[in-house]
């Protein structure tokens, strides 16, 4: 039995459904539906209706769904954060998806930002987990009701790759600004960014080097500069202007070689 006609059939435009009554009249069987009882179906005129019905019932549901779709971008375009799935991992979600809001967790912010100035300093995402772990930091997962399994450096990446740390929440092609939810600031988000390109490349490279200025120095445009490895035993410093992507233009400056190894 089935509660609505259009939920005979998993396919929202129902294609398959002709086919699918017939193959049910074919074995015997009888269907049911709330509301109506059996359908006889060796009735040609009662099997057209109930497909007519399907298909009306299909095409509303499909309205439904865009205007939610629209109601959901015009609440982005107002400057509104739209909820779609869990909040991201500093953020605790309050209302219903009609009065949404997000509100900075203080803990987990205060964890985001310990991650962030380690990253930032030079230690690895793999260890960056390890400390996590050690003081029983809860996964995403965990908060969400999955089972606890740890964190990966991977989990570690993510959290910090998402602008929601600087108060960007992304919608489709569209970013809902709310500096009243900033966890860290642009200048240290862009150095995350660029301390993770470094990670990244130095694996790549099976390289381990250490930069004692990493985030400690600054560029003339007044940015924090990482370290990365030049040619054959160099290392160098750069601007993070460059590895920020579309959040900042680069700002032009030169790189600066370093001398203690």
């Known amino acids: 039995g089935f509660d609505r006609v259009d939920r005979i059939s998993r396919d929202r435009y129902l294609a398959e459904l002709p086919a699918l009554l017939r ?3 074919a074995a015997g069987l009888e269907l049911h539906v709330v509301g109506k009882g059996a359908i006889p179906l060796g009735d040609p005129l009662q099997a057209f209706m109930l497909i007519a019905e399907g298909y009306a019932a299909a095409q509303a549901n499909i ?9 959901r971008r015009a609440k982005a375009t107002s400057g509104r ?4 799935g869990h909040p991201p991992y500093a ?3 309050e209302g219903d998806r009609r009065e949404l809001v997000y509100r900075v967790n203080p803990d987990r912010a205060a ?3 310990e ?12 260890s960056c987990a390890r400390w ?7 996964t995403p997962g965990a908060l969400w009701g ?3 399994r740890g964190w990966y450096s991977r989990t570690v990446v993510k959290v910090l790759r998402n602008p929601a740390l600087i108060g960007r929440f992304r919608y489709g092609d569209l970013i809902v600004v709310d500096d009243a939810l900033r966890v860290i600031d642009v200048e240290t988000f862009e150095a995350i960014q660029a301390a993770l390109a470094d990670h990244r490349r130095d694996s790549q490279r099976n390289r381990k080097a250490e930069y004692l200025l990493s985030g400690r120095l600054f560029c003339g445009c007044g940015r924090r500069m990482v370290g990365r490895p030049g040619g054959p035993g160099s290392r160098w410093y750069y601007c993070t202007s460059r590895t920020a992507g579309r959040h900042v233009e680069s700002c032009g400056e030169g790189y600066v070689l370093s001398l203690i190894h």
């Open 23 to 25: 193959d049910i009249d």
């Open 81 to 84: 954060i739209v909820g779609n």
């Open 63 to 71: 309205e439904r769904t865009k205007a939610s779709a629209r109601g």
């Open 115 to 126: 991650v962030a100035r380690r990253i930032i300093a030079g230690e690895s995402r793999e």
């Open 132 to 138: 996590l772990d050690s003081i029983g930091a809860p």
């Open 91 to 93: 953020f605790d979600r």
């Open 111 to 113: 964890l985001v930002a």
């Open 146 to 148: 999955r089972e606890a």
